[in-house]
Nanobody, 120 residues
Framework: VQLVESGGGLVQPGGSLRLSCTAS????????MNWVRQAPGEGLEWVSS????????SYIDSVKGRATISRDNSKNTLYLQMDNLKPEDTAVYYC??????????????WGQGTQVTVSS
């Protein structure tokens, strides 16, 4: 199993980024997928989850209305569109695979992460 994130970078407050996670080595369309982040000096924080079909999504309150999780099962790719970014969104963002098809938790695989820095 491989999960490879991309799309991070330095962005000004109010800006947008689209994170991608390309998956391989498993049946991507079968499982829940998730985004988890870790801010500098902080613990891991769940951000968003999406079910296998892409029609059930959930978000942490702090990103609701500013983030959209989606997936393209034909491309084995997970996305996180983040708009109106704030300095508190600065973190390493990880893509995670859920162990089961029916529940987002627990996770069994993680990507290497992509850095998002929101600063003027």
């Amino acid at each position: 199993v491989q999960l490879v994130e991309s799309g991070g970078g330095l962005v000004q407050p109010g800006g947008s980024l689209r994170l991608s996670c390309t998956a391989s080595g498993f049946s991507f369309s079968t499982y829940f997928m998730n985004w988890v982040r870790q801010a500098p000096g902080e613990g891991l924080e769940w951000v968003s989850s999406i079910n296998s079909g892409g029609y059930v999504t959930s978000y942490i309150d702090s990103v609701k209305g500013r983030a959209t999780i989606s997936r393209d099962n034909s491309k084995n790719t997970l996305y996180l569109q983040m708009d109106n970014l704030k300095p508190e969104d600065t973190a390493v963002y990880y893509c995670t695979k859920s162990l089961r098809a029916s529940d987002p938790l627990p996770y069994d695989y993680w990507g290497q992460g992509t850095q998002v820095t929101v600063s003027s």
